[in-house]
């Protein structure tokens, strides 16, 4: 896999290449920088690949929903966040507190931000029966390496919201 910062790429798509599995890809002009598979029948459980390794994440909780993060697939947590998709939701990562939230209601638009409030990578999602979409990654964000790692969550947390809506 290759790397963001490496390549300073500015713009990623969201890429389904097989419909019938639940497989989702960071690209950019046919080269991979990520990948997302759920795993599990209740569709919690994903396991997120990029060039620092393999991590599994999963959520939990009903009336407090969370995420926890893992290096591999069972081993300790990694990190944990707290979703609030109406508000701002937080994971450290790293030595690194990143916010996500809506940064468009009118366009769907949602995003990382940093410790300072400034926009690290936006995710453009198209809903429509399938997830796909665009990812811009700012100037800012190539001080962090976690970059393949935070586009990823994001793609995770818009498909569970995709996966919500749809059961509503």
Not at 146 to 168: D, M, P
Request: proline fraction near 2%; aromatic fraction near 12%; glycine fraction near 6%.
């Amino acid at each position: 896999m290759k790397t963001i910062i490496e390549h300073q790429i500015k713009k990623l798509e969201i890429d389904k290449p097989d419909f019938s599995k639940k497989y989702y890809q960071l690209v950019h002009q046919n080269e991979c920088f990520g990948s997302l598979m759920e795993m599990d029948d209740k569709e919690t459980l994903s396991e997120l690949v990029t060039s620092k390794g393999v991590f599994s994440v999963k959520r939990s909780g009903f009336f407090n929903p969370y995420i926890t993060l893992r290096k591999g697939k069972f081993e300790q947590n990694e990190a944990k966040c707290y979703l609030n998709l109406r508000g701002e939701s937080s994971i450290y990562l790293e030595g690194t507190t990143f916010h996500f939230k809506m940064n468009n209601v009118w366009k769907n638009q949602w995003c990382w931000l940093n410790e300072k409030n400034q926009i690290l990578i936006t995710l453009k999602p198209i809903i429509s029966g399938t997830m796909k979409g665009e990812v811009e990654i700012s100037k800012e964000a190539y001080h962090y390496p976690q970059l393949e790692l935070l586009s990823l969550l994001g793609v995770y947390f818009l498909i569970k919201y995709q996966n919500e809506t749809e059961n509503l």
